[in-house]
């Protein structure tokens, strides 16, 4: 454990670095770059402890009690902005962090007032001094973790149906790491509390440092995390770093107030039907809903409520579709025999393989081989 510590504690600084020297850095870097500086100094200061130098040091300890409170609105906060177009850190986004501060707070004549002696007497459990307030501080500690880790699920739950309808290629903003990470840390913090509810109320004793196994959790995590939001890009804009526009889900009844009449409606409709049979832009593999409004002249959430009453499809499924069709003719020119099925696919606007087989067996019923074999058995026949 004397080098796992340091590793995670200059893992979380060199993280911290990396994404605030990034060539872009977005809001979900800046809040993950704090996050990780956060991380570094919760490691760093349970660490002292694990060293034996709050004993030595008392004033040391005590720092890092309020941590806890801050890891479940930084995942919440980063999951969130991740998974939105709007970029603008608003003051009602600081309220998350109040928990924290009231901690503080109350821990002022503890950590500024208190002598060595006093603090260590409160940190070996001899006085009854801030007994109940840690008490307290476990129930609130499990409060957040909880419900923090369940927002940020329901949020990334939220967001496959936002891409649905605003997406053709769901590839590149697949966030399955992102899910993973809170599963983990969901899991890790539970893990945290069970122990931590065994020991503390039943008197449990496991016959070794469960804090242990819990920071060994808490820094693989940070590895994971790190690495994935280093490398992961904002979602809603496009290749020059361009906000996209973006539709959200709506119910029947939000449509029929959205203002747009039955004739232009009609109109619209087939107008895009022209344009996908004319222009083809499911070629375009990075195809959003955004840019097909814009070809149009019509608001993202207009186009979107055309597709969806219309089609009976969301955005992702519509363009697939046509994708699928343009697969099945290229792959019936003898012209084409020459290529594989990947490629043919690839000129038909998909991006990758397992996108391609998914989609294909969703709308036939048949993977591409299959397909292919039973037409070149028809032509034989």
Known sequence: MNTLFPIGIFLSFFFQFLLITKKRVSLPDKILAVWMFLFGLHLFSYYLHYLGYWEIYPHLSGLHHPFPLLHGPFLYLYVRFSLQSDQHFSRQNYLHFIPALLCYLYMIPFLFFYSAEEKLLVNQGMTDDYATFITLSVFAFILSAVSYAVASFRLVKQYDELAGQNFANLEQIDLIWLRNFILGMGCTFSFAILFLLLEEGFGMDFGFNTDLVFYLLLITFIIYLGYSGI??????????????????????????????????????????????????????????????????????????????????????????????????????????????????????????????????????????SQFLTEQKQGMAG
């Open 231 to 368: 490398r992961h890009q904002s979602i809603f804009t496009d290749s020059d770093e361009t906000a996209v526009q973006i539709a959200q889900p709506k119910s029947t009844a939000e449509y029929a107030r959205s203002g747009l009449k039955d004739a232009d409606a009609l109109r619209y409709h087939q107008q895009l039907l022209e344009l996908m049979k004319t222009r083809k832009p499911y070629l375009e593999p990075k195809l959003t809903l955004s840019s097909v409004a814009d070809d149009l002249g019509v608001s993202v959430n207009h186009l979107s409520q055309l597709i969806n009453q219309y089609e009976q499809k969301n955005f992702f499924d519509f363009v697939n579709l046509y994708r699928v069709e343009e697969f099945k003719q290229r792959a019936a020119d003898p012209a084409n025999m020459n290529f594989n099925i990947l490629s043919v696919a690839f000129d038909c606007g998909f991006n990758s393989k397992s996108a391609f087989n998914q989609v294909f067996k969703k709308f036939t019923g048949k993977t591409p």
